[in-house]
């Protein structure tokens, strides 16, 4: 079954394109995530999956369900964490839990709810002393109540210090292995590399790619770094040569290269084997900060991406 389908929805206010003649289909089981800089259109899409927002031109079903016509039975369906949700201050962490429990019909116990958030310690507390992240990790467990067959998370780990973040992976593999489809928003690419099947990428309201992060990085061609050390470097080596091979250099026994792809890093390592002999490679992966630019183009924009994030090179030792 299709848990997701959008065809050609279309959202504009006023003077802003919102989302643009979007075609996404998500299957049944998938973690999907849906990433994009600020003011792509990730909420705005949401927001019309659930008919927060009505769609200037367009459609969608959820689960099957119309978006528009056949809200109830989404709702039934679906847990959802909404951007920005609101809790009641006075009230404490279990007593949100009993409302949406009473509220959904269902047969969870709020100390269940809460042990898979953690805030066992704290459902007693009302929740207007709750820091960001307990209430983002609450409304993650209200989303979770009534074991839906969707979960749609709009920006769902704004505010998890690092174990939280762990913590959520963890809960979304166990919702997608007892077989409930996750669709979740990000501008933290790490994060939904981690756990997603695929991505789709928003760019100013147009989905601009979809797939894996493995194949987009393919497609791509970012490629990476290649690192090799030799016993001792070989006088002309004539890396520049190869095809797609940039940027050599060296430093004492050490060759760096840039390569534009796969076979290029292959043809380094062959190349230098047959010159030198190699005591260890280490090969990185184009940055997620770039791969996401590639398609974005949004280096000026005005994105918050943290500055690990930005750093981050998924180097792989092949040979140690
Ligand atoms: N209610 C609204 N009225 C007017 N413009 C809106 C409204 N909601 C969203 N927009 C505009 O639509 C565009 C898409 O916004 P949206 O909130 O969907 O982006 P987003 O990808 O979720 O961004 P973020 O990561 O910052 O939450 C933005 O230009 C935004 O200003």
Same mark, same amino acid.
Not at 1 to 19: H, N, S, W
Not at 154 to 176: C, K, M, V, W, Y
Not at 254 to 279: L, P, Q, Y
């Given at each position: 079954?299709?848990?997701?389908?959008?065809?050609?929805?279309?959202?504009?206010?006023?003077?802003?394109?919102?989302?643009n003649?979007l075609?996404?289909?998500?299957?049944?089981?998938?973690?999907?995530?849906?990433?994009?800089?600020?003011?792509?259109g990730?909420?705005?899409?949401?927001?019309?999956?659930l008919?927060?927002?009505?769609?200037?031109?367009?459609?969608?079903?959820?689960?099957?369900?119309?978006?528009?016509?056949?809200?109830?039975?989404?709702?039934?369906?679906?847990?959802?964490?909404?951007?920005?949700l609101?809790?009641?201050?006075?009230?404490?962490?279990?007593?949100?839990?009993?409302?949406?429990?009473?509220?959904?019909?269902?047969?969870d116990?709020?100390?269940?709810?809460?042990?898979?958030?953690?805030?066992?310690?704290?459902?007693?507390?009302?929740?207007?002393?709750?820091?960001?992240?307990?209430?983002?990790?609450?409304?993650?467990?209200?989303?979770?109540?009534?074991?839906?067959?969707?979960?749609?998370?709009?920006?769902?780990?704004?505010?998890?210090?690092?174990?939280?973040?762990?913590?959520?992976?963890?809960?979304?593999?166990?919702?997608?292995?007892?077989?409930?489809?996750?669709?979740?928003?990000?501008?933290?690419?790490?994060?939904?590399?981690?756990?997603?099947?695929?991505?789709?990428?928003?760019?100013?309201g147009?989905?601009?790619?979809?797939?894996?992060?493995?194949?987009?990085?393919?497609?791509?061609?970012?490629?990476?770094?290649?690192?090799?050390t030799?016993?001792?470097?070989?006088?002309?080596?004539?890396?520049?040569?190869?095809?797609?091979?940039?940027?050599?250099?060296?430093?004492g026994?050490?060759?760096?290269?840039?390569?534009?792809?796969? @076979?290029?890093?292959?043809?380094?390592?062959?190349?230098? @084997?047959?010159?030198?002999?190699?005591?260890?490679?280490v090969?990185?992966?184009?940055?997620?900060?770039?791969?996401?630019?590639?398609?974005?183009?949004?280096?000026?924009?005005?994105?918050?991406?943290?500055?690990?994030?930005?750093?981050?090179?998924?180097?792989?030792?092949?040979?140690a």
């Open positions: 079954m299709v848990a997701i389908e959008t065809t050609a929805l279309t959202k504009r206010f006023g003077e802003v394109l919102a989302v003649d075609n996404l289909r998500i299957e049944d089981g998938e973690i999907f995530g849906f990433l994009g800089p600020n003011g792509a990730k909420s705005t899409t949401i927001n019309m999956l008919d927060f927002h009505r769609p200037t031109a367009g459609a969608a079903t959820v689960l099957g369900y119309d978006s528009q016509t056949e809200t109830d039975a989404i709702r039934k369906r679906v847990g959802v964490l909404p951007e920005g609101e809790l009641y201050e006075r009230l404490t962490a279990r007593e949100h839990l009993e409302l949406c429990v009473q509220m959904k019909n269902a047969d116990t709020p100390e269940s709810v809460l042990a898979r958030v953690g805030l066992s310690d704290d459902g007693d507390r009302k929740t207007g002393g709750f820091s960001k992240g307990m209430r983002q990790r609450l409304s993650l467990g209200m989303a979770l109540i009534g074991d839906p067959e969707l979960i749609i998370l709009d920006e769902p780990t704004s505010g998890l210090d690092p174990n939280g973040i762990q913590h959520f992976r963890e809960l979304l593999r166990e919702e997608a292995e007892s077989g409930t489809t996750v669709f979740f928003s990000s501008h933290i690419l790490s994060e939904v590399e981690a756990v997603c099947d695929r991505v789709g990428i928003m760019n100013n147009e989905l601009v790619a979809l797939d894996s992060i493995d194949t987009l990085r393919e497609h791509t061609g970012t490629g990476g770094e290649v690192e090799i030799v016993e001792s470097v070989p006088d002309d080596l004539q890396l520049q040569s190869l095809d797609g091979v940039s940027n050599t250099t060296i430093e026994n050490e060759i760096h290269t840039h390569c534009s792809s796969t @076979d290029a890093k292959m043809s380094v390592i062959r190349h230098i @084997d047959t010159n030198a002999t190699i005591t260890g490679i090969v990185g992966e184009a940055s997620l900060e770039e791969l996401f630019n590639e398609y974005t183009d949004s280096r000026d924009g005005d994105r918050d991406v943290d500055d690990d994030e930005t750093k981050e090179k998924d180097k792989q030792e092949v040979i």
